[in-house]
């Protein structure tokens, strides 16, 4: 139980994936200029994230494997979630039409998101079990959010401080973000004695 606990706590803080893999760093970029829209993001994404490694773990174990067929592996996840956020995209316009405005092309974008894709692929190459896959998905999906709102959150900020004119938008943006990432990097020593 501990292990599961200290692999949920790296996968959210440590090596998280935005500030330690840079997975995913369209929406974080692209999304993160209100808290509303981050949020919205980061729980879709971990509905996509979390299900899609679960049906990823079981067609790379039940189907490629079984029947050799490895060399398929980027393209039937790839499949896996583009289905996912289809899903997730109908249920989202169904019961928030304005949440669904505000992520506008963000949320079909999700299916290309890198950080999607490389955690199935991580977990699959951790020759993970079942559970663990789960676990760890969904605590990379909750880094992944957690980020996420914290940097629109500051973004937030950013735009009421008075930035020299060189550095305003997408620069200070990415000294915010690397300074985000550097205070991520004081979570490493977690677990050790």
């Given amino acids: 139980m501990k292990e599961m606990l200290l ?10 994936v935005l500030l330690a893999r840079f997975l995913g760093l369209c929406p974080f970029m692209g999304v993160t ?6 949020a919205g993001m980061g729980l879709a994404t971990t509905f996509v994230m979390t299900f899609s490694a679960m049906m990823d ?15 398929l592996r980027i393209v039937t996840f790839i499949l896996v979630i583009a289905s ?35 955690v199935a692929l991580l977990v699959v190459d951790a020759k993970m079990g079942f559970l663990a896959s789960i676990l760890f998905a969904f605590a990379s999906a909750l880094g992944f959010s957690l980020v996420m709102i914290i940097f629109a959150g500051l973004r937030e900020r950013l735009v009421l401080a008075q930035v020299p004119g060189l550095f305003s938008g997408a620069p200070i943006a ?12 004081g979570f490493s020593g977690i677990g050790t004695i």
């Fill in 7 to 16: 692999m949920m706590v790296s996968a959210a803080l440590v090596n998280n």
């Fill in 33 to 38: 200029s209100r808290i509303d829209t981050a």
């Fill in 57 to 71: 773990w079981t067609v790379q174990h039940y189907l490629l494997e079984a029947y050799d067929l490895g060399f």
């Fill in 84 to 118: 996912t956020v289809q899903f997730s995209e109908m249920v989202i316009r169904k019961v928030s039409p304005s949440l669904f405005r505000m992520l506008g092309i963000y949320l079909p974008l999700i299916t290309t998101n890198c950080a999607v894709l490389g």
């Fill in 174 to 185: 990415l000294i915010v973000a690397s300074l985000l990432a550097m205070a991520f990097m």
